[in-house]
């Protein structure tokens, strides 16, 4: 039986809280990122697959359209809410406080929770809003005050947007959020926040469009192992300590992306994947430091 999420491992937040270590990612779930009940019913039937197959950490974002649809799978799952640990992120439109109280509403009334377990800056955003990403720091930090938010943190945040928000507000994230897969380590970033005590979630886990699953090294580890490329590259980031959020629509590579629990690379192994990295140039997706996307 494939290992579930209740056996996996849960990263300690520097705020006390817990994490589990493999989530289920939803962006790119459905056709479209709008708000129509097609989509809530599409985005809604995945996340239950993924539900069912054993994970119990969510990862959604107001950007992506998904929020709906992750509400209603967990409303109608059967599972405590208590059980399912749900994140979500602020859409680049909502930067403004005021915008950012209004949507964390909508978020809220979508997820049809009244406490979210972790809620993110999804960009830094350091060209537009006069630079000024802090105060849309400080203004998601207040969330936790109200009692509607267990966690805060950022996503994207590259080591100068980190320094800026701890020294302006005195308040650290609990998580960065940031891209990070064997082509691309993120050193940088990884080591910022190791000195910070902020956790690294890694989205696009397995790299984008699955060109790293070819990868001959972790073809030839994969084949050791008799796992697949995606479970080693899981494991790797397991290993680690990252947290991680692979996402499949297919119900059977959810299965084989949660069963992670029950192997370990050797030092040589690690090693070997850790020696794929390309540095920046293995960066796929926007640079935050100039990113002014939706």
């Known amino acids: ?15 006390g809280a817990t994490i589990p270590q493999l989530g289920y990612g939803t962006l790119a779930l459905q056709p479209d990122r709008d708000v129509t009940d097609e989509n809530t019913e ?3 039937k995945t996340v239950s697959q993924a539900l069912q197959a054993g994970y119990r950490h969510i990862d959604t974002a107001q950007a992506y359209g998904t929020e709906p649809g992750v509400g209603k799978a967990i409303a109608e799952s059967g599972i405590a809410r208590e059980e399912i640990y749900i994140t979500s992120k602020l859409a680049n439109a909502n930067h403004r406080p005021d915008d950012l109280k209004r949507s964390f509403d909508q978020t809220m009334t979508y997820l049809g929770v009244d ?7 999804h960009w830094p955003l350091p ?4 630079g000024d990403y802090v105060a849309t720091w400080k203004a998601v930090t207040e969330l936790i005050s109200d009692g509607r938010a267990r966690s805060v943190g950022v996503s994207n945040f590259q080591p100068a947007h ?14 960065n959020q940031v891209e990070l897969h064997p082509y691309f380590a993120n050193t940088a970033v990884v080591e910022a926040c190791a000195q910070q005590g902020i956790a690294v979630e890694a989205h696009s886990p397995l790299g984008h469009n699955n060109a790293e699953l070819g990868e001959a090294t972790l073809q030839q580890i994969a084949t050791a192992r008799d796992r697949s490329a995606a479970q080693i590259i899981l494991r790797w980031h397991m290993q680690h300590g990252h947290i991680a959020i692979p996402k499949s ?3 059977e590579r959810m299965a084989e992306n949660i069963n992670v629990f029950d192997f370990h690379l050797t030092t040589e192994q690690m090693a070997a994947i850790d020696a794929l990295d390309k540095g920046e140039s293995g960066r796929v997706g926007p640079n935050p430091d100039t990113y002014e996307g939706v």
């Open 1 to 15: 039986m494939p290992t579930t999420q209740s056996a996996a491992p849960k990263i300690t937040l520097k705020d």
């Open 249 to 251: 629509a297919r119900p």
């Open 115 to 121: 406490r979210i377990d972790l809620f993110l800056v």
């Open 42 to 44: 599409l985005a809604a």
């Open 162 to 175: 980190l320094e800026r928000i701890i020294a302006e507000t005195g308040i650290t994230p609990a998580v």
């Open 127 to 130: 060209t537009l809003y006069d």
